[in-house]
């Protein structure tokens, strides 16, 4: 993808336009960074052809280090603890990503994982996380996050056929085997415990259910269902330009599966939250929402850069020029862009501060907003599909409210 922000990169779009200073002058103030996402590996062993990592706009992982050097590791791993010290946080969240994680190897996951709690011992407590695609979680690899408590998320796209479409080896060969094999050792008795959950990209070509009860034969604790990325310059598959719901009527089948079982068998973080937010609680995550984001990225160089779900945007979307080598954190947290995704409503298009569920949908995922010429103060290119999935859930617990009064 070539978008108009590259052919005309002296043009400003929102949030470059987002004034900060006059923010903090009446009174804004930032949400510390409490999930740093590390790119200890910018490779992947497999090649799924909708990753955005990969094969979407930002092409910058070809000039990032394979690995993340152990000198920067120790500079990430200061940073991380003056961060949260000089914010007074006793508790930070550290997720060992990439490309594929696991293929920077035991001896440096482990020299990762160590330098961190060195330089935040003792008043500051880290939660590690990785995500992975599951395929080299073995035994070394295992007995490592079962000595230090690495909750494990793998990416899985329902049964076989759902995720072979995509996730797939570069020969072309599916990868679900070989993921199933990995999944099933991490759920062995030893290592049960450090299993956080399925990540899965819906594909509107899977059966909604089947894709669903495939995933419920592993007993995940949670499913994360995560919306393919696109935006309005470079619209997902089969969403076209209209007010069709195909995404919204693909994740309610879903939740009427998962809502009306006698028993819930696993958490859909998904619908969790927006049955929360009509409750008026807060989000936690970024899908929907309007909760602040405080999550920052360090590739693999050491560059500090915004979530990394924006390479789906355009080259250069994450980018901030700081480094942890001479960079604070803190500085990070004043950058238009990333101030941007942590001033709720204000960062919101008109069209969705008028609308009523804006409170509860947040204009969806950020990453899903942009279009060039306007940047990312836009409705969500998932605007209808949102409401669709919002409304059915708010009316079936409504449902239930009422006859519980009755």
């Known amino acids: 993808m070539t978008s108009s922000r590259q052919e005309t990169p002296g043009t400003p779009e929102w949030p470059d336009t987002l004034d900060v200073r006059a923010l903090l002058g009446r009174g804004w103030r930032p949400t510390p960074f409490r999930e740093f996402i590390l790119k200890v590996h910018s490779r992947c062993n497999l090649s799924c052809d909708y990753c955005y990592m990969y094969e979407m706009a930002d092409q910058s992982w070809r000039r990032q280090p394979r690995k993340m050097a152990k000198p920067t590791i120790d500079q990430v791993a200061m940073r991380i603890a003056e961060h949260a010290r000089a914010k007074l946080l006793d508790r930070v969240d550290v997720t060992l990503h990439g490309g594929e994680p696991l293929l920077a190897g035991v001896d440096h ?27 080299l ?53 030893p290592y049960r415990h450090l299993f956080n959950g399925l990540l899965s990209t819906v594909d509107i070509q899977n059966d909604p259910v089947r894709a669903y009860e495939a995933m419920l034969e592993f007993e995940p604790p949670a ?103 001479r960079d604070p954190f803190e500085a990070a947290l004043l950058l238009p862009s990333i101030a941007a995704r942590q001033i709720r409503g204000l960062a ?51 449902r239930d409210l009422e006859a519980l009064r009755g």
Not at 138 to 166: A, I, T
Not at 350 to 374: F, K, M, N, P, W
Request: charged share 25%; glycine share 8%; aromatic share 8%.
């Open 137 to 189: 979680l073995d035994p070394p690899v295992l007995e490592l996050f079962r000595e230090y408590g690495v909750q494990v998320g793998v990416s899985l796209d329902g049964d076989e056929e759902g995720h072979d479409r995509h996730r797939r080896w570069a020969n072309g060969q599916g990868s679900f085997s070989a993921v199933r094999a990995g999944v099933e050792r991490l759920r062995a008795a």
């Open 348 to 398: 919101l298009a008109e069209e969705c501060q008028e609308c009523r569920l804006h409170q509860v949908c947040g204009a969806g995922h950020y990453t899903h907003r942009y279009r060039s010429g306007r940047g990312f103060r836009n409705p969500t290119v998932y605007c209808h599909d949102l409401q669709r999935l919002i409304t059915h859930i708010h009316a079936e617990v409504s």
């Open 223 to 325: 499913i994360n269902f995560l919306l393919p990325h696109g935006n309005w310059d470079t619209p997902p598959p089969a969403r076209p330009p209209d007010d069709s719901t195909p995404y919204g009527d693909w994740l309610v089948a879903v939740f009427d599966r998962w809502y009306r079982s006698p028993e819930k068998a696993t958490q859909v973080r998904l619908f969790d939250e927006i049955m929360m937010l009509l409750f008026g609680r807060p989000s936690t995550g970024e899908a929907v929402g309007l909760s602040p984001v405080a999550i920052v990225v360090v590739e693999t160089n050491g560059e500090i850069e915004q979530v990394d779900t924006l390479k789906s945007a355009y080259e250069g979307a994450t980018g901030t020029a700081l480094h942890v080598s």
């Open 109 to 135: 996951l482990r020299y990762t994982v160590e330098a961190v709690l060195t330089a935040c011992a003792p008043d500051v407590r880290v939660r590690f996380n990785v995500q992975t695609n599951g395929i």
